[in-house]
């Protein structure tokens, strides 16, 4: 069958294509993709391009599918599957595959499975993974964005401390403790600062520190700290820019104790490393952004690492465990995958957003693949729906909830261009 597809061919080489989908294997699914979230990491396939640590090494004769953060309809099934998924329900799906050490990922690494694309075949260790998920929430864009949002809940179960007694490691954040989150007003900053609110190991505190005025703004407008107090939770939102002595200031609010879970997310030197200074006594320090550059490099405090048990790790993606809480938090209500949207756009404009990514200053751009439609923010789906019933109409639909996409504009957009 026919697909439309945006293919990576190599560094900054993406086009958009029609091409036949072979016949699905036994062991196959084939898929129909609905909406596809785009992502940092994508742009950072696109410039490095065979020099990706997932991409192929024949990409140029072999292009792969791009976008890993989508979801949409099961349309076929193999007969090795067909037990376990029918036609017409819809999934989700975990794109950390980890298969037999390799690191093939979807949107990276597969030339049929992609998100980024009308129709997909998923191959078969993504289902004896487990990684292929039964969807049975309203939108599509909260499985889409139950990714990125893994991501953010697996960061936060892979904080850890210490234990002098007895060496074991107590799993998370420090519960009652204090929450640092650098570069935190971008849409992944938006889900961590959202989700501790609702999790076992509550912390006092969240302080979330950004360098973009009007980002900080909309995060502040979209969990206020009044909303962060319903809660039990404590949220500080901070300009960087507006501190003459950041370690002073930011310490201060923790009345000199420190953080004891920091999260990094900007790769900046100057940042990884204020945050190292200002961890209290046995902290810990995720890094989560995830650089381009694979020499960056920050100076840490050895000193503070052997005397007060400060400690530094990494995460990226998360696993199927937390893609499953991500969801049921959605489901439940709690936590907000929308706070991540600023744009929506169609498959045409794909291409050409990841090209550009870095310059938007977007939130996370929502993609729905079987349409034409320009990268549109949100924000102004009011002035266009003056003369434009159909954005008049999602205006409409997202005034009702505080201005954030939602499942009656996604039916709403959907059913304007006959998507079934």
């Not at 950390?96 to 990922?105: D, E, I, R, V």
């Not at 990684?131 to 909260?142: K, N, P, S, T, V």
């Not at 005397?307 to 530094?312: E, G, L, P, V």
Request: a neutral charge; aromatic letters at 10%.
């Amino acid at each position: 069958m026919k697909t439309k597809a945006v293919r990576l061919y190599g560094a900054n080489d993406l086009r958009l294509e029609e091409f036949d989908l072979p016949e699905i294997k036994d062991d196959e699914i084939l898929i129909k993709v609905i909406s596809d979230s785009i992502c940092m990491s994508t742009y950072k396939l696109l410039i490095q391009g065979k020099a990706h640590k997932r991409a192929p090494q024949d990409i140029d004769k072999n292009p792969i599918i791009i976008g890993h953060e989508f979801a949409g309809d099961i349309v076929k099934v193999g007969k090795k599957w067909q037990h376990e998924f029918k036609v017409g329900e819809k999934f989700a799906q975990q794109p950390a595959l980890n298969y037999k050490g390799s690191l093939a990922s979807p949107g990276y690494s597969y030339q049929y499975y992609g998100g980024s694309t009308t129709y997909a075949i998923v191959p078969n260790e993504v289902m004896e993974l487990g990684c292929l998920l039964h969807y049975r929430g309203d939108a599509y864009f909260d499985a889409s964005l139950g990714e990125p949002m893994s991501c953010i809940v697996g960061g936060y179960n892979a904080m850890y401390h210490t234990n002098k007694i007895n060496y074991d490691h107590s799993h998370g954040i420090k519960d009652g403790g204090n929450v640092l989150i650098l570069g935190g007003a971008g849409p992944m900053g938006l889900g961590a600062i959202e989700y501790p609110l609702f999790i076992k190991n509550k912390p006092k505190i969240v302080v979330v520190v950004d360098a973009d005025h009007n980002r900080l703004i909309r995060a502040q407008k979209l969990i206020s700290p009044e909303y962060g107090h319903k809660h039990g939770v404590r949220i500080e939102y901070i300009n960087i820019k507006n501190l003459n002595s950041p370690y002073e200031q930011l310490l201060k609010l923790t009345n000199g104790v420190g953080y004891h879970d920091v999260f990094v997310y900007a790769p900046i030197k100057e940042i990884c490393e204020l945050g190292d200074k200002l961890m209290a006594f046995d902290g810990c320090l995720n890094f989560f952004a995830g650089p381009s550059d694979k020499t960056f490099n920050a100076n840490i405090n050895l000193y503070n690492c052997h005397y007060t048990s400060t400690h530094i790790m990494g995460s990226t993606g998360g696993n199927v465990d937390d893609l499953k809480e991500s969801i049921q938090l959605a489901a439940d209500k709690k936590i907000r995958p929308a706070l991540m949207v600023s744009h929506i756009c169609g498959i045409d404009a794909i291409a050409n957003i990841v090209d550009n990514l870095p310059k938007l200053k977007a939130g996370k751009v929502l993609s729905y693949t079987h349409f034409n439609l320009p990268l549109t923010a949100i924000d102004d789906f009011e002035k266009l729906g003056q003369s434009n019933f159909l954005f008049k109409q999602l205006n409409e639909a997202c005034k009702k909830h505080n201005d954030l996409w939602n499942v009656e504009a996604e039916q709403i957009l959907l059913r304007h261009f006959n998507v079934k």
